[in-house]
Structure formats: C-alpha cells, structure tokens
C-alpha cells in the first residue's frame, strides 16, 4: 500500500510566525503536490515538484515557498503565516496517472 | 485552475439504495480518479480509469470512463452508512502533472 505521512494533523500557529509543512511517501513516487483545501473552493494547488531539487509553481504559489532535498520528502513553507493560510494542507504523491494523498494537516492561523 | 462540473452536490439516501454520481468537462482526459474523503481526513483513492470505455469495479463501487473522454460517473451498490462522505472526482490531462478536481458530492445514507 502507498503511504503518505504529513507530519502534524493539527497546528495552531501565530501570524508572522514561519511554519513548516513536512510530507514523506514510503513509494519512490517521482511526483508530489501540495494542495490547499477550502470550502467552497476545492482543492487548489500551491506546488509540485516532479524531481527532487525540482519545483514548480501550482494555481496559488504566493506566501509559500516549497522544499524538496530528498525524492520521498516534500516541504511546504509559510514565510510569514497570515490568518487567510488557516486551511487544510493535503499532500499527495504520483509515479504516473493517479495521486494518493495524505490525511491532511488542518493548520490554524491566529 | 479549472474545475470539473460534479453533480449531484449532495444526497440523501435510505441504506440499501444504489447511487450514482457523475463529473463532466469541456476537456479531454486520459485519467480519471474517484476518491473518497472522510470528514478531517485526506481524499482515498477509490478507482482509476485510464482508457475511453473502460469499465472498473471496486467491490459495491463501479466506475466508467467516457466513451468521449469528456466525463465519468461513479455507482454505489447497496449503500451502507460508512459510504457516507464527501466524493471527489479528478481528471488527468495530457501534461500529466495537471490534475483537475470535482467539487465533491456529500452522500449522506440513513440507515
């Protein structure tokens, strides 16, 4: 079975405060996301990267910057959280064609 | 970016009854995936479809690739209330990288 890990489930975090997002996959995927769920507006991509060192920019990139050092880790990071980043961040990894997600990380800005 | 058209939005069903649901698209796609998430939890990967026609089972749950490549529709058989959820359809394109996602359909099924 794939398996993503997202390292908190929960975070409650301060504005201005840098916070960092960690994803791992157990698969040798060479593709992984990182998306931002809202209601009303689905699931919106902020990065991908499809090889390690490798970024690119999803749909809503800006306040985010991503990190990817080694193939199964993916780093999603707020420089400076603002209170319109409160959202579940979902991750997700591909070899080809389909994604399998992570369970989420539900991060609250105050 | 470019969301699917899912529909229905929601449902309420008696258990026992079967359900289908559909996404639809103005583009073609060489992929369709349907998930299923949990309220708090990350999207499941319940079946993917990769060729025009195919047809797909997954236990109660069976899934159809468009002949057009243009939509997919997902049934339920003989729903049972842990089928409840948020169901979310998603398109490939040829650029592989670009998922597109459904709004989601919220079934709701009273035992």
């Known amino acids: 079975d794939v398996k993503v890990t997202q390292s908190s489930r929960y975070l409650v975090k301060r504005t201005g405060e840098k916070v960092f997002l960690e994803c791992v996959q157990d698969?040798?995927?060479?593709?992984m996301f990182w998306y931002r769920q809202d209601p009303g507006l689905g699931l919106r991509l902020i990065y991908f990267s499809y090889d390690v060192k490798m970024k690119e920019k999803g749909d809503i990139p800006e306040g985010y910057s991503v990190s990817r050092e080694k193939k199964e880790r993916f780093s999603l990071i707020l420089e400076s959280a603002s209170t319109n980043q409160t959202s579940m961040y979902l991750c997700?990894?591909?070899?080809?064609?389909?994604?399998?997600f992570g369970p989420g990380t539900r991060l609250t800005v105050t | 970016g470019q969301q699917l058209n899912q529909s229905p939005q929601s449902m309420f069903i008696q258990e026992g009854e079967d359900v289908s649901m559909n996404c639809t698209s103005s583009?073609?796609?060489?992929?369709w995936l349907w998930y299923k998430q949990d309220p708090g939890e990350g999207p499941v990967l319940l079946i993917a479809l990769y060729k025009a026609g195919e047809l797909t089972s997954n236990g109660r749950l069976t899934a159809q690739f468009g002949i057009t490549r243009k939509d997919s529709f997902l049934n339920i058989s003989a729903s049972i209330p842990s089928d409840v959820g948020i169901y979310f359809c998603?398109?490939?394109?040829?650029?592989?990288?670009?998922?597109?996602f459904g709004s989601g359909t919220k079934l709701n099924v009273k035992p």
């Open positions: 997700a990894s591909s070899p080809t064609g389909e994604q399998y």
């Open positions: 998603a398109g490939l394109t040829f650029f592989f990288n670009k998922f597109y």
């Open positions: 698969m040798d995927h060479e593709n």
């Open positions: 583009s073609i796609f060489n992929t």
